[in-house]
């Protein structure tokens, strides 16, 4: 018997360029590469996204047993999340259209954001199946981040309030990455601990390897040679990362340590000139590189080739990017922020930093890379800190979570016979 797995990614496809623009992160990754582990067993996947380039086709398969499905709903540009909400409802109807006419139906819908997560609620209903979400991000706890509830007083994030709380109380689960995360919703939403379920993200650990010490060589040599300790960042340049703040707290380092900031357009993108102004407003403007957003494998090398990756996020519920670090051995130093703790172990694999202080950021960076014996140690514990982050075990987790919750649709279902 087929299991068929309705995703739905409404607002970016799994397919978009990491790190090119503010919407295409670590939800990409997550929702790409589940679907894959997924479909390399008995699951069928098709992923649902709207339609934001008329070039692509109108499936495209990420292997023999996933698709991508592209839905026309709205203009088919890439618009930004808080433009989308008036074509969700043309979007679920279009979905709904698709399904018919495949002739098959589905077992689960899990959606992720609440653009997605909103259609599902009104697919959930019309094909009487489970309905799992990830919001990823919660636009209450993001204005927590920026000591204001200005974000949230705009007409789209009202709109946003409202109906994650209403997705909240009817979803039949929400997955969740971190117990900090889980923590957070309950009390947000006066949720039973039973309602969610923390499935943290995963990682490709065949494609984010330490290498050999060769291998880093000559990835130090391409990325940047010579001497002078390298800094990475790597994500989305949205202001929720911090990147004024890492760009402070490099600029007062008593270690000219270079900083490479992968993401972003380097032709013309605003949020890159803006970064690139700053640096120079800070006088460290000949130690910051912009190579733009690179994939993986090019990524790989940055990687490799960094001394430490440093996130000064304000908030980050999961932290892809430095799972992907750990995973080819460089250590990672955060801010104490989100599902980070989780992830990093002060003096083990990173370091932890308070938030807001660049001062004292700069005062971690400046001991760390000066402490080579530290430096070492971390490195050795990286890879072995995150292979419990392996897709495959990710995989295990979530195909359980769905037997978990169709079982419990057919026990309903046999108790309306009688």
Known sequence: MCFRVAMISLHTSPLAQLGRTRDAGGMNVYVRELARELGSGSMYVDIFTRRSDPSLPPIQWLNDQVRLIHIPAGPETNLPP???FPYVEDFTRRVARFAERQGHGYDIIHSHYWLSAVAGMSLAREWDVPH?????TVERLKAQQYGNSASAETPAGL???EYEGRIAACVDRISVSTEHEREQLRKLYGL?????SIIPCGVDLRTFTPGTAAERC???RMVAPGETPMLLFVG?????????LLLESVAAMQTPARLTIVGGNPQGDPEVERLRAYAEELGIAERVSFPGAVQPPELLNYYRAADA???TSRYESFGLA????LACGTPVLATQVGGLPSIIHDGENGVLMPWRCPEYIAERLDETLSDRFLLAHLAANARASVERFDWRRIGDEVRALYQELTADQRAIAACCCF
Do not use: C, N, Y
């Open 159 to 161: 709109v946003r309030i």
């Open 82 to 84: 808080a433009e989308l």
């Open 132 to 136: 799992v979400t990830m919001f990823h």
């Open 192 to 196: 039973p601990s039973s309602r969610l």
């Open 309 to 311: 990756l440093v996130v």
């Open 236 to 244: 989305r340049l949205d202001p929720i990362k911090g990147l004024d």
């Open 218 to 220: 000559a990835a130090r």
């Open 322 to 325: 430095a799972v992907e670090s």
